[in-house]
């Protein structure tokens, strides 16, 4: 969320509760003045209402007195009052009814009115029509009270004068009216039934308690509002005390004769009436000032409220504007130094006003700014010293690994020489220790041949033994064949004789007779073999004696053979030995050569990775700018600190452009031959495009400018949140920025 949200969002938080309070502030104070409105209202509607009960008054005492005799004038003049004073009240319903709910009440007066009219004349008829219509004004008095809510009132002063003015005094006014006249009936008759004594005395009792307790309201309320002690009246409650005293003077508390005059008692009870009225007329005034002065206040403080919220809303506002430009501004210049700094510019000063936390920001800043850039001004320095040494050490290890690797290959050829020298010695020890162990092999051979022939000699005697023997046993095989033969002959000459009878015996005889004979044959054939065997092993036995004797002859030789050749193993064996020392020495001296010449290529692998990891370095440092910074001298007639900080406006004028939310032309940063270093590529460069680092720059700044396009395509359809992700450390659009500077200042250092 941006800082203008955040503000926002809190501004909402502090003026959602304090609208809140202010509205709950206002709806009650416009409930109050509505609540005094109501109560002013309800005071003009009593005043009202007393008007017509005094009317009434009036008219009730000079219709009575016309009634009784009197001669009393005026009666038809205080109809016409009091029916005027209707006719207001009538007014006042129609405006007023509705809301205090006395429209009832006020048909109620009206209907009461025409009654005490109509029984105008009639002593009798009078006094209850009368006494009803006091009635029912005193109920409608009370009807007003309550709906205007006067009851209800809040303040502890105007709620005493209500209660001592529209809540007492018109029960009182009823009760005295009455007084008046059951106190002049009796006068008029000389005495006081029962009845209306009980009831004298009961309203004398009440009228008592009423005129105490108006008192005490009256006390509290000069009490609670001693400045508007001397605006009240009280002469009305001095004339019913006096009353009160009068009437207790003339009539006894009992039933009985009375005496006095009529005229002058009832004079002096309209006296105490009028006077009642007046003074509740007069502080019913009283108490719609106090209502008035009370609902000022109200307008007053809702006022007040309203232009201390309002001042102290627009000093807010003017203070939190205040503290948001300046906050706001100092946040946009240190993300805009930060920004900076993140491009590696650490050219721009800090400037820090004010003395609030971003101002203390600000200073740590520039503080910092200042650090870091002796701390690149060093590692530039120190990484261009590496550069150089490493140069140095990679080509002399270079060198030194050359010569290193035609020494070790002149130990390899003589190693390799000697090694197929000592490799024919051996093999010629070898070789005369196997025909040494082929003769002693033949001499072996040919002396276990003597043996075999000795074996043989005596196999073949052991035969010829055995054929004599076998030949001997096949004569006695030839005698037993004979002899069965003439047994058979004789089974044959017995079988001939016994005729019939001896005719299968004779075929038996028969078969035996010539089994015989096959015998007879087959062992004079084996006995011719055996003596043909006897002879040639005889002959076999000579042979093998002669052979047996050669035999031995060859032993001797092969042992004469086999010593010789021992003789000639072992001088080839020593020569061997000695040549294989030779050659053990050559091979260890090459072995070492090979492991020097391994060392010094890793040596110069490791100067190698040294400049290049001395180039990435110095290549980085090469994409800050510094205060009094001075460019290189030119490189292939290009200056190429020049190039290096036209090529970071990129990244500059991107961001740029995401700040100001404005469009970027996707088809010129799309394209490599655009910016100064494309132009000087496609032109002047040219020279140099066979030379290796000049063919790598050309596609690594091509791939910047196609990942810049894509960048400028995110700006363009206002995905402006992708695209400041886009330009972040670690991302394409980086790593093809650092791969250009990357180039670019191994050609600062070394050339393309």
């Known amino acids: 969320m941006k800082f203008p949200a955040k503000i926002a969002l809190i501004s909402a938080a502090f003026l959602l509760p304090l609208v809140w309070l202010l509205i709950a502030y206002g709806n009650s104070k416009r409930d109050d003045l509505e609540f005094v409105a109501q109560e002013r209202a309800g005071v003009r509607y009593g005043v009202a209402v007393f008007t017509a009960m005094d009317a009434a008054a009036d008219w009730r005492y000079l219709a009575r007195s016309a009634a009784l005799g009197d001669g009393v004038s005026g009666v038809q003049d205080a109809q016409n009052r009091f029916f005027k004073e209707l006719d207001r009240l009538k007014a006042l319903d129609q405006e007023l009814g509705k809301k205090f709910e006395t429209t009832a009440l006020v048909e109620a007066v009206t209907r009461a009115s025409q009654s005490a009219k109509a029984a105008s004349g009639n002593p009798q008829a009078l006094f209850p029509a009368m006494n009803a219509l006091t009635t029912e004004l005193a109920k409608l008095q009370d009807r007003v009270t309550d709906g205007s809510r006067l009851a209800l009132d809040p303040s502890i002063e105007t709620f005493h004068l209500v209660s001592a003015t529209m809540i007492l005094t018109p029960d009182l006014l009823r009760d005295v009216g009455e007084l008046r006249g059951l106190g002049r009936t009796a006068l008029l008759n000389g005495a006081m ?97 106090l209502l008035a002065h009370r609902q000022e206040s109200l307008r007053t403080s809702i006022a007040i409220a309203v232009a201390v919220t309002c001042v102290g809303l627009l000093l807010a506002v003017y203070m939190l504007m205040g503290f948001y430009r300046s906050m706001l501004g100092g946040f946009k210049l240190l993300r805009k130094t930060l920004l900076n700094i993140s491009l590696g510019d650490l050219r721009t000063s800090v400037n820090a006003w004010g003395k609030d936390e971003v101002a203390d920001l600000m200073r740590e800043l520039g503080h910092m700014q200042t650090a870091l850039g002796e701390t690149v001004r060093l590692v530039q320095d120190a990484s261009d010293q590496v550069v150089q040494a490493s140069a140095e050490i990679a080509q002399g290890t270079n060198d030194l690994s050359g010569r290193t ?87 044959a000459v017995e079988a001939a004789r016994a005729g019939e009878q001896g005719r299968g015996f004779a075929v038996v005889a028969g078969e035996v007779r010539s089994l015989a004979q096959r015998s007879a044959e087959a062992a004079k054939e084996i006995k011719e073999l055996i003596q043909r065997s006897t002879t040639e092993v005889g002959v076999g036995v000579d042979v093998v004696r002669k052979a047996g004797a050669t035999m031995q002859e060859i032993v001797g030789s092969a042992e004469q053979v086999k010593a010789l050749l021992d003789e000639v193993a072992n001088g080839a064996r020593e020569q061997s030995l000695g040549v294989a020392q030779i050659g053990a020495a050559v091979q260890e001296l090459d072995r070492n050569t090979q492991a020097n010449a391994a060392l010094v290529e890793q040596t110069a692998a490791a100067a190698t990775a040294q400049r290049r990891v001395a180039m990435r370095m110095a290549s980085t440092v090469d994409e800050f700018r510094l205060q009094g910074h001075q460019s290189a001298a030119l490189v292939e007639g290009v200056d190429v600190d020049a190039i290096i900080d036209a090529h970071r406006q990129w990244k500059v004028k991107l961001r740029q452009a995401i700040e100001e939310r404005s469009t970027v032309d996707v088809a010129t940063l799309s394209r490599d031959d655009c910016c100064a270093l494309g132009k000087w590529i496609y032109g002047d460069g040219q020279r140099l495009a066979q030379r290796p680092n000049f063919v790598e720059l050309v596609g690594r700044h091509q791939h910047f400018h196609s990942v810049a396009g894509g960048i400028g395509e995110l700006i363009n359809q206002k995905r402006m949140r992708e695209a400041e992700d886009a330009l972040a450390p670690g991302t394409v659009f980086a790593q093809a920025t650092a791969d250009v500077v990357s180039t670019l200042s191994a050609a600062k250092r070394l050339g393309f």
């Not at 002058?264 to 509740?280: F, I, R």
């Not at 035609?406 to 130990?411: C, E, F, I, N, V």
């Not at 006695?476 to 069965?484: K, M, P, S």
């Open 193 to 289: 039934a029962p009845a209306a004594s009980s009831r004298f005395q009961g309203l004398l009792a009440v009228v008592e308690q009423e005129r105490l307790r108006q008192a005490d309201h009256m006390a509290k309320v000069r009490e609670h509002a001693p400045e508007h002690a001397g605006e009240l009246k009280q002469h009305g409650e001095a004339a019913l005390t006096t009353m009160l005293a009068t009437i207790r003077s003339t009539f006894p508390p009992a039933a009985g004769d009375v005496q006095g005059d009529d005229k002058a008692y009832a004079a002096m009870v309209s006296g105490v009436l009028k006077a009642q009225t007046e003074q509740v007329l007069h502080n019913l005034q009283v108490l719609d000032d």
């Open 405 to 491: 690797e035609q020494a070790a290959a002149a130990l390899e050829e003589s190693s390799a020489a000697l090694e197929q020298t000592t490799s024919t010695i051996q093999m010629t020890a070898d070789s005369v220790s196997r025909a040494s162990d082929i003769a002693q092999a033949n001499a072996a051979t040919a002396q276990q041949g003597g043996q075999v022939m000795s074996s043989v000699v005596d196999t073949m005697q052991r035969i010829q033994t055995s054929s004599n023997k076998i030949g001997e046993i096949i004569g006695v095989i030839d005698g037993i064949a004979f002899q069965t033969n003439i047994l058979a002959l004789n089974a």
